[in-house]
């Protein structure tokens, strides 16, 4: 009798897991190099983030300066052809929190590949933070 039970419970957790990546990606963080941008008070900065397990269709890198990622709050930069893993983006302000997301679609999936945090600074390298993921692809994001 319980088998009965359990056996459809784990069909349909397995199924949400593998629907939602299974958290293999949503952790992970990226490379954050900076530099001085040819304005004063001004920072370029490049993100690396790790490849994805399956070559992605589309990918999107959006920074913004809160992590809800609220339609309307940030800049999405993309397509960024595949195999590419990197972005850059210049001139944004100098001693500015600013969060990012990376966003890869692959088999009509959307994931986040890679997201977190820094402060821009015209230092050669940023501490990178990590930032819980929000999946807000799939809804207008």
């Known amino acids: 009798m319980i088998v009965r039970f359990l056996l459809p419970t784990a069909i349909v957790l397995g199924f949400f897991v593998y629907m939602h990546g299974g958290g293999r990606s949503s952790g992970a963080t990226a490379s954050v190099t900076q530099e001085c941008g040819a304005a ?3 920072v370029n900065v490049t993100i690396d983030w790790p490849p994805p397990a399956i ?29 590419q893993t990197n972005a850059r983006i210049d001139a944004l302000p100098d001693g500015v929190t600013v969060y990012y997301r990376v966003n890869t679609r692959a088999k009509d999936a959307w994931r986040v590949q890679a997201s977190g945090s820094f402060t821009t600074g015209c230092a050669p390298t940023a501490r990178v933070t990590p930032t819980p993921a929000v999946d807000v692809v799939g809804g207008g994001g």
Request: glycine letters at 16%.
């Open 55 to 83: 070559a992605p269709e589309e990918t999107w890198v959006d920074f913004g300066l809160a992590p809800s990622f609220a339609p309307g709050s940030f800049h999405g930069n993309g397509p960024i052809a595949s195999p």
């Open 40 to 42: 004063p008070g001004t």
